[in-house]
């Protein structure tokens, strides 16, 4: 077997470090493996470089190519895919049997020339695709164009909810596998963590991207006990999602609020887990779900909220999650709700406008899609206490300072929300719990899955022969009503604003 990796950079962290995960696990199976990317950074790697400028991302507002040149750009972007792919290894007159093109991220449109070239690919060697996010779940600026996805390869995704959605999509089910990723899973040195540090911490290892609610985070940082303190790891590290990060670093700075931004820029990740009681997640969207997995490999247990896009695929595996709740029920008058609705109503427009355009060659099919999806959603607005991630960043900014000088707003919450009160004593996860997440996602079980993956793309890609995933299904499947949240959208302006690459 020759594998060639396919993703629009290669960076140091993010995709990037699962990428060169990857190559290594092929390097030590003992086959040859080369990376193709729009851009290379970081350290070398013991794999072969393709460095191909059309994978990088559009630049921000490219005008959308005619037809005719969009077909060239595919053609040449094909041309030298297979061109890699035959090279690795040095076998450039080999068989074309033993080849693998492992092609990353296809479902988010950040260039706009990947499908059809990889559908011309598909033609000629096997193709899988593997999926960490979709453009059809809420996340309009990301959607491909009506194109639509190739056929006849093999797919992976990170979630038994995605599966499923490419399966009622309209691929076999023997094309499409469950590949999660893989999570170290360290010693531990006897002890609980957090227990005796010189701070407890409430911690929530992420980047502050608008999805990963931070809002939320501080809201629930308002009913910490004496003596913990919330801490996020880390800022963005896109520019387009610093505005947001910031506004919740200075919003927290002017209410005197408990919670530490940045933590892990001056500390290791290893030591601020040993300093925590207790991990959060407020994240509204997951593909896979490390912040729920790696504090359980620690010891630590997780509270926040539940995400029914991967909590099921864990708890399944046999892990409990005792202190997840499902939403935040908040009181009526502590924002504005009319300025609120106009915001909603201008967000879920754009939304509407950008859908529609993705879908017109669909037809009505399409057009009928993105108007009942975007109507019910707008119907579940007419609740008069809303769910806190259902807010936008401006209502849950008022909600919480409003909360944070009123005694009797906190008490509101709290009546609606008892768990607030408790989630720094959240129930550690028992031995059972680390036993079964080393059993089914630690690096060697996780590793014989993707093996197993790449073994089975020529079988799985042949039972795909003449199939690709329906957009507007998975659109339907995976842009749900009750799953839509304004902190799940990075700003973005309207039609064809909205279509430029984010």
């Not at 892990?319 to 009181?331: D, V």
């Not at 509407?352 to 993105?370: N, P």
Request: glycine residues 10%; aromatic residues 8%.
């Amino acid at each position: 077997m020759r594998l060639l990796l396919v993703h629009f950079h290669l960076g140091a962290g993010g995709v990037g470090s699962v990428l060169r995960a990857q190559a290594e696990l092929a390097r030590k199976a003992g086959f040859p493996v080369g990376i193709a990317a729009g851009g290379f950074e970081g350290p070398a790697g013991d794999f072969e470089r393709f460095e191909i400028p059309e994978l990088a991302y559009d630049a921000p507002g490219a005008a959308t190519p005619g037809p005719d040149e969009l077909a060239a750009r595919e053609r040449s972007l094909a041309a030298k895919l297979v061109a890699a792919a035959r090279s690795v290894g040095g076998k450039s007159h080999g068989s074309d049997d033993d080849i693998i093109i492992h092609a990353h991220n296809l479902a988010l449109r950040k260039a706009r020339v990947y499908p059809g070239a990889l559908a011309l690919v598909a033609r000629e060697l096997t193709v899988l695709v593997h999926c960490h996010d979709f453009g059809e779940e809420w996340r309009p600026d990301s959607v491909h164009d009506s194109a639509g996805y190739p056929e006849g390869c093999a797919w992976a995704v990170l979630n038994g909810r995605d599966r499923a959605a490419l399966v009622a999509a309209g691929l076999p089910a023997e094309s499409v596998t469950l590949v999660p990723n893989a999570v170290r899973i360290p010693a531990l040195d006897g002890g609980a963590p957090g227990r005796g540090g010189k701070r407890e911490l409430l911690l929530y290892p992420v980047r502050g991207i608008p999805r990963k609610n931070l809002g939320e985070a501080l809201l629930a940082s308002l009913f910490l006990p004496e003596g913990l303190e919330l801490a996020v790891t880390l800022p963005p590290s896109n520019p387009l999602d610093l505005p947001d990060y910031e506004r919740w670093v200075a919003l927290s700075a002017r209410l005197g609020l408990r919670a530490r931004f940045g933590a892990g820029l001056s500390a290791q990740l290893d030591e601020l887990y040993a300093r925590s009681r207790c991990a959060l997640s407020t994240s509204v969207k997951e593909g896979f779900g490390f912040s729920f997995l790696e504090p359980i490999a620690r010891g630590l247990p997780v509270a926040g909220r539940r995400l029914p896009s991967v909590i099921p695929d864990f708890e399944d595996a046999g892990i409990r999650f005792p202190s997840l709740y499902t939403g935040i029920a908040t009181p009526e008058g502590l924002f504005d709700r009319a300025a609120f609705d106009a915001r909603l109503d201008a967000l879920l427009a754009r939304v509407a406008a950008s859908y529609r355009e993705a879908f017109a060659a669909h037809g009505r099919r399409g057009l009928a899609a993105v108007d009942e999806t975007v109507g019910r959603t707008r119907a579940r607005y007419e609740n008069p206490v809303l769910d806190f991630a259902a807010l936008d960043a401006e209502a849950q900014s008022e909600l919480i300072a409003r909360a944070a000088a009123d005694p009797g707003a906190r008490a509101a919450i709290l009546e609606g929300a008892p768990f607030l009160a408790g989630l720094a004593d959240a129930e550690a996860p028992g031995g059972q719990e680390r036993a079964v997440l080393e059993a089914a996602y630690a690096p060697d079980k996780a590793g014989a899955v993707l093996l197993a993956a790449w073994r089975g793309a020529a079988d799985a890609a042949r039972a795909a022969s003449g199939r690709s995933p329906d957009p507007v299904s998975l659109f339907r499947s995976l842009s749900r009503p009750d799953n839509f949240s304004p902190r799940g959208f990075r700003p973005f302006g309207g039609a064809g604003n909205a279509r430029s690459p984010a």
